[in-house]
């Protein structure tokens, strides 16, 4: 009876004594996987947003270069080469045109596939309406043939529309080294698998090196706990793959698409446990055969006593020394990690030494978070102690909490913040809180740069016009409520562009800087100075007072403050000469009466325009007036095209003639004819239209190529076949880089002898870039064309341009004509034209002669060529025939 009784108590104890020790396992495990779960989120987490803010600042970079004008590849490349240096991580950083053509990068592989619109990422970039990055699923690079993910971050021209994108490519092999320093046990796994369950890299590899990639098997035990605790979790389940019992923990990314899984195999972590259990059942059954036996040998039975002693005090060293795995776990995490109660601190980790500038875990623990550790209050207001203590106490309640909170170190008293994940659990049948805290200063750094790059212009460190939009929403908002006015100025630099070109960009960023300097000292602090782009520059000001005119006074006193300070000379970089600069400015008031800003802007752009049109350096104010000017402009602009499409435009012909009378050729004049027989346009009224809105060019070709087909009509004609045209060439025409290509072809098409066509340019084409234009006129020649300088005498003219042109004529301008008899200056101007020219070799036309004292004046003068209604008004080429074949009499 005492040994059954004695058996009895021993199987009790040893049971009890197991169950204790396997919980103790299980509870090693659990803690082992959570901990590995939470380094690996922090890991991943990190290097995504490392890789999220280098794609970021290379768009905003080319969204800047758009702005100003178009990407510059050396400057594009250089700022990617840079970004990549910060993130080693990555395999490269490409810039992707809107067609998917990657364009810009690191890593480009000549030979390979090099379009990426048909991927996913770009897909969703193209139809983003943000500008957040987003992660692609695995997909094989067309690059390198390995698998990738993509981080991506869409770009946007000044409109608004999709220009295309920069993507990082991070491969997956990255995900296999970093998974490769955890032991989790010989049947262990690590995971990180996408919300969709698919994998994105595994240790160990199920399939192969990239077979396993988008596998979505997972047992639903997995999928319906995942999906009723989405953040983290620790469950127990049989991997589907390989069919392996494992203790689970997994913790979902915060900012990404991605979930990561550690599990510790059953097999594994409760080893030690079967072998306790396979001791114990064995010193079970010799105690109980001993017990049998105890009437024989009562010291063997206290022999199997002792060694069932010996056995229990090394498991317990085992577990021991279990712990102190889990402690260099715990202490070589690189998160600050802690333990609290419902009062501070109780254990920490080194990394939450060196966090908080503490010399000892005791130091620490002796100091309250929200007190000794924190600043007195945090950015809500609230003071930092009973607002720590409502966490702790809210954690508790919830189970888990994450939040920011402002610390500040011992040691030298800095303050950073952090984010702080409390996570309620019970340790020895006592509720504790496990606090995983990181310093977040990078991540606020680089929120406030991204913040400042979304909202500020990144030269000038002015609103850009997203901040101006925002802004003039709240000024409408406060003029409709106090019934004040406020004002809205838009201003341009005149001529800037010249700058630019000539002494280039660098200069031209140090002046825009300096303009914005000198505007933003000319106002009050309170009002916004904003730069739109380019060299356009907004001021915004509000609460200006109740009476209009009071303030339009006030206005026109700060426009013209702007103007002369924005005028003084400015020093030119490097050269230190000073270049003077003026700038044209439009105004409108509003008082929030029912005005959107898109109607604000447009007035004070049609301001700006007429300051523009009176000759720059001027302040102009919107008025009713000039809404419906634009409006007579815009109308007129459509009728113009419209007129191009329906062939409204014709070609009449003025004959020209020399000194004995004979018919030497035509100008060709365009004349806008709109149909149903409405009134001709003057050419004053749309020339200067078409110039301005680039009609020209396709009018400017139509007028060549017609009067090419009638030189080739006249070639037949033994009596016109050795007249000239003469065709005048827009500024804007000229100045087309294939110009001297389209010539070419109309001459070739239609077969017109190049000799018979003679291009008339005026002093404003001549007069710009006089290199480039002598250059083009060469190339003209050789076709076998000639060249007339027309309106002579009217710009600049100057004897040291007018040698180097390849002239053949210079026309003198009917303004000298017309009063060549009456005024002495004008027939003075005359004569030094025709021996100016003379002496050159270049033969000499007179316009607009009207009478016979004004021809007789000129041919006295040495003038040998006519044009005018002295001879014959400009007329279509069916009445030509009564100029043909006919003499008019020049000597009198």
Known sequence: MRAAVANIFLVVLAGLALFSSRQQYEQQALLTTQNLAQSLEVAVSGVLDKISMGVTAVAQEAERQLAAGGLRDAAINEYIDRQKELVPEIGAIRVVDANGDLRYGNA?????????????????????????????????????????????????????????????????????????????????????????????????????????????TVSSNTVEYVRAHPDSGSYQTVVTLDGIDRRLSYRRTPRWPFIIFVGQATDDYLAPWHREVAVLSSLAALFALLSVLSTRSSYRTRRAELAAIDELRRSKEEVERSETRFRGLY???????????????????????????????????????????????????????????????????????RFEWLHRRVDTGTVFPAEVLFTSMTLDRAPLIQA????????????????HLAYFDALTKLPNRRLLMDRLSHALFAGARTRQYGLLMILDLDNFKSLNDTRGHDVGDHLLVEVAQRVVACVRQEDTVARLGGDEYVVLAEGLGEDESVVAGHAEQIAAKICRIVSLPNLVPGSGEPYHNTVSIGVTLFRGDAVSMEVLLKQADLALYQAKAAGRNAVRFFNPEMQSAINARAAMEAALRNGLQSREFALFYQPQYDSDGNLTGAEALLRWLPRGGGRPVPPADFIPLAEETGLIIPIGLWVTQTACAQLRAWADDPIARNLQIAVNVSPRQFRQSDFTGQVRTCLQMTGANPARLKLELTESVVLE????????????????????????????????????????????????????????????????????????????????????????????????????????????????????????????
């Open 769 to 892: 870039d006089i290199d480039e234009v002598i250059g083009r006129m060469h190339e003209l020649r050789q076709l076998g064309l000639t060249f007339s300088l027309d309106d002579f005498g009217t710009g600049f003219s100057s004897l040291s341009y007018l040698k180097r042109l390849p002239l053949d004529e210079v026309k003198i301008d009917q303004a000298f004509v017309r009063d060549v008899v009456s005024d002495p200056n004008d027939g003075a101007i005359v004569r030094a034209i025709v021996a100016m020219s003379r002496s050159l070799g270049i033969t000499v036309i007179a316009e607009g002669v009207e009478t016979r004292q004004q021809l007789d004046f000129l041919k006295n003068s040495g003038c040998d060529h006519y044009q005018g209604y002295l001879f014959g008004k400009p007329a279509p080429i069916e009445q030509w025939a009564q100029f043909l074949g006919e003499r008019v009499p020049i000597a009198p």
């Open 436 to 451: 995983v805290i990181r310093d977040i200063t990078e991540r606020k750094q680089a929120e406030e740069r991204i913040h």
């Open 331 to 401: 202490d070589s995490t690189g998160d600050a990690v802690a333990l609290l109660g419902p009062h501070g601190f109780i254990d920490c980790n080194f990394a939450a030494l060196e966090l908080f500038g503490v010399t000892s875990k005791e130091d620490l623990c002796a100091r309250h978070p929200g007190d000794a550790l924190s600043p007195p209050r945090q950015p809500c207001g609230s003071e930092s102690r009973p607002l720590a203590e409502q966490k702790i106490a809210e954690a508790f309640a919830k189970g888990k909490l």
């Open 108 to 216: 480009l592989a000549a030979s390979r596939a090099t379009n990426v619109a048909d991927r996913e990422y770009f897909i969703r970039a193209r139809e983003s309406r943000n500008n957040e990055a987003i992660v692609s699923r695995p997909i094989v690079s067309r690059q390198t043939g390995s698998w990738v993910i993509v981080v991506a971050r869409a770009i946007h021209r000044p409109d608004g529309k999709f220009a295309g994108l920069v993507s990082a490519v991070l491969p997956l092999d990255y995900f296999t080294r970093l998974f490769a320093p955890f032991d989790v046990g010989s049947k262990g796994l690590i995971s990180i698998r996408d919300l969709d369950f698919g994998i994105i890299a595994r240790k160990p590899e199920h399939e192969g090196v990239g077979r396993s990639v988008g596998n979505r």
